[in-house]
């Protein structure tokens, strides 16, 4: 004889559907806390207001007109020097070094102090989003760990556009109108150092942070 079919009722059924559910769709109930549900406690929210403040201090440092100290020469005229931008006489306020009458040259020690700046921004954008994402879900230990690799990269990369200091424009043997500047850092050097402390101390908040043990 055949065996007979066995037949569960709607409610037997449900609490199948839902296991079956949870492991098909990566269980997404159990990582989502609600908005800024803060799953992972106080040390994420620390990372996530360090990582911010970081990056958008590391980008105002890059773009910054006064990376080093305004400097005035005898004649009135006034220099000033950035990663990407200057201000120096003859050109109108703060412009772009590719509009230097002079053709400065921008050697491979401000190609690479600008090269790290634009990585740190443009990665460092993405990893801060991720960041702020585990204010509402709960991500595995060592995904956080990734982050905060991340954010310790992003202090090596903000210390290297320091590497502007060994250009040939701060050289005075190259008899450069710009070298008397590069002895004093300016507001934007000063930022980007800030941002270095502060990207310093969002990894290491990264690191107290618990394993998370969903409930």
């Known amino acids: ?25 990566y269980k997404v109930h159990h990582s989502m806390h609600g908005f800024l549900g803060f799953p ?18 590391s980008t105002m440092a890059a773009w910054s007109c006064e990376f080093f100290e305004k400097y005035e020469d005898m004649d009135g005229k006034v220099y000033r020097m950035g990663l990407f931008r200057g201000e120096f006489p003859g050109s109108d306020g703060c412009e772009k070094w ?24 443009g990665i460092g954008i993405f990893a801060v989003i991720v960041m702020m994402f585990s ?14 690799f991340w954010f310790t990269l992003f202090v090596l990369l903000d210390a290297l ?38 990207w310093f101390f969002a990894a290491v908040s990264i690191l107290f942070i618990p394993r998370y043990e969903p409930e």
């Not at 992972?40 to 201090?57: E, F, K, R, W």
């Not at 053709?103 to 690479?112: A, K, R, S």
Request: charged share 20%.
């Open 135 to 148: 204010s509402t879900f709960a991500f595995k230990k060592g995904f956080l760990l990734f982050i905060a």
């Open 161 to 198: 556009t320091f590497n502007l200091v060994d250009a040939d424009i701060c050289d005075s043997a190259q008899n450069s109108d710009f070298f008397e500047i590069c002895d004093d850092i300016g507001p934007g050097a000063k930022m980007m150092i800030a941002a270095i402390i502060f």
């Open 40 to 57: 992972h406690g106080i040390y994420s929210a620390i990372a996530i207001i360090l990582s911010v403040a970081a990056l958008v201090m």
């Open 98 to 121: 590719e509009d230097h009458p002079m053709n400065v040259n921008l050697d491979n020690n401000w190609q690479g102090a600008r090269a790290s700046a634009i990585i740190t921004s």
């Open 1 to 25: 004889t055949k065996p007979e079919p066995v037949v569960t009722s709607e409610a037997e059924d449900a609490p199948r559907a839902k296991v079956e559910g949870e492991t098909a769709w």
